[in-house]
């Protein structure tokens, strides 16, 4: 039988006003008029309550963008006894809205920075919000609700690890999460450009476990390690379809935030039906749940409920076939595709592309529907 | 010294009914004794104090139950789940 889902990550808009070339949101960030509205995501909650879903995420884009809906959304999650966490670049925190959001039984809060200090996080998210930032991650610090500070790393800011942990301590920070960049949406499309260096990579684990150690019992440190460097996948998802589900603005449910880029799958829609039919009947969540789906080398891995084969996103990014072997396994038939990237591979792009709409959607819609904060 | 949960942990009962523990982004499965223990931490009760009250309610001399709190307690708070 199949396991209920235990947690769902609700990404209420790809609207955002920064453009990060690591964001693992899709190239095509569809059109925002097909946000789904606040009524649609209420009864996706209550659908979720009745899966027994415990851990709902609020995530984008920039969730804070749909503000009132957002506090409503959270509301109606802590009714329902979920735990209710915000993933925000936290531009748009202001101390009235953060104080709703507590009054509704937010939880937790996790605020990502892209550098530790003003210009070079400019030069990354192509918006200067670095100091509106800080003012956020004060203001949450100050307030009873857990915080996380996030630092999504790669070979533009790589180099200032040592920084970004002095700024953490600087504030206070009890919980540092250090992400290596995964190779999803602009991140893969930039992944020439973003792909740390080996050296960069061997240093920061050095600098983490010394961290690590310093700070004991003050500050925990999250690092999640580069993709394409290890000799084994990471167990994505612990599994396809196994424990979460993701919900997209417009209303695709997902095994997991990147699945839209497999191309071969149809996945199922709010619209047309509720999580649990998701969940438990269509064809895309079942087309990679469990062992039986595996090729070799993964069928005779005795690995294979360990890492379940990988990422199957990676897979049909990289091999083209979300049923192979993820690349990033040394014992992948494609591995040399992931070699080939590490380090001193070929760099397609020297600049990043920064994330944006399509023309077909106008960028005003970045900015149209954005809050005065 | 005394015990409570730390900022943002939270404990749950899950739907089949199973005593869980709400982390940021996460969920931690606890057995009936971690649950019953968790229970107890108000900011005031110390290990002794909360030893003392498993002690009448599972019906157990609080000498023996006093270690495992102890155990408990102190993985709990290297794990960041509850602070002191």
Redesign the interface.
């Known amino acids: 039988m199949t396991p209920?889902p235990?947690?769902l990550l609700c990404e209420l808009t790809y609207r955002c006003n920064l453009q990060c070339p690591y964001c693992y949101n899709p190239l095509d960030l569809g059109n925002p008029r097909d946000d789904l509205d606040v009524d649609t995501w209420l009864r996706v909650l209550d659908e979720a309550a009745q899966l027994?879903i415990?851990?709902i995420?609020f995530s984008g884009g920039e969730p804070t963008l749909r503000r009132a809906d957002l506090l409503r959304m959270v509301e109606r999650s802590t009714a329902h006894?979920a735990?209710t966490?915000l993933i925000t670049q936290g531009t748009f925190l202001d101390a009235r809205y953060l104080d709703e959001l507590l009054a509704a039984g937010l939880?937790?809060v996790?605020i990502s920075i892209q550098a530790p200090e003003r210009e070079s996080a400019f030069a990354i998210a192509g918006t200067d919000v670095h100091e509106r930032k800080l003012e956020a991650l004060r203001l949450v610090a100050t307030r009873?609700?857990?915080?996380?500070l996030n630092c999504v790393l790669h070979r533009l800011n790589h180099d200032a690890l040592p920084e970004v942990i002095a700024f953490a301590e600087r504030e206070g920070i009890?919980?540092l999460e250090l992400a290596n960049v995964q190779f999803y949406g602009w991140a893969y499309k930039n992944r020439g450009a973003l792909i740390p260096t080996r050296e960069q990579v061997e240093r920061s684990a050095t600098i983490v476990t010394a961290a690590r150690d310093r700070l004991r019992g003050k500050m925990?440190i999250v690092y999640v390690l580069p993709d394409y460097f290890e000799e084994f996948p990471k167990p994505c998802m612990h599994g396809w379809a196994q424990v979460a589900l993701t919900v997209t603005p417009d209303g695709r449910i997902l095994p997991c935030p990147a699945a839209a880029a497999i191309a071969t799958l149809a996945f199922p829609t709010v619209r047309d039906g509720s999580l649990a039919d998701a969940w438990r009947d269509s064809a895309a969540f079942q087309a990679y749940r469990g062992t039986d789906w595996m090729p070799d080398p993964c069928r005779s891995c005795d690995r294979r409920e360990r890492d379940f084969g990988g990422c199957r996103c990676q897979a049909f990014l990289l091999a083209g076939d979300a049923g192979a072997t993820d690349p990033a396994c040394s014992k992948s038939p494609h591995h040399d595709l992931v070699v080939a990237l590490r380090g001193g591979g070929p760099v397609p792009e020297a600049l990043p592309v920064p994330r944006r709409f399509t023309a077909a959607t106008p960028a005003q819609h970045e900015a149209s529907s954005i809050p005065s904060a | 010294m005394s015990y409570r949960l730390?900022?943002?942990?939270?404990l749950?009962t899950?739907?089949?009914g199973e005593p869980?523990l709400?982390?940021?982004?996460?969920?931690v499965s606890l057995n009936v004794s971690a649950a019953a223990t968790l229970e107890l931490l108000d900011g005031t009760r110390d290990a002794d104090a909360i030893a003392q009250l498993l002690a009448e309610r599972f019906e157990a001399p609080p000498s023996e139950l006093g270690s495992d709190v102890r155990t408990l307690l102190d993985d709990f708070v290297e794990r960041?789940f509850v602070t002191t």
């Open positions: 209920n235990r947690s027994g415990l851990q995420g006894g735990y966490n939880a937790h996790q009873d609700v857990a915080l996380t009890r919980k925990e | 730390a900022r943002g942990v939270r749950q899950s739907a089949d869980v709400l982390i940021p982004e996460g969920i960041g």
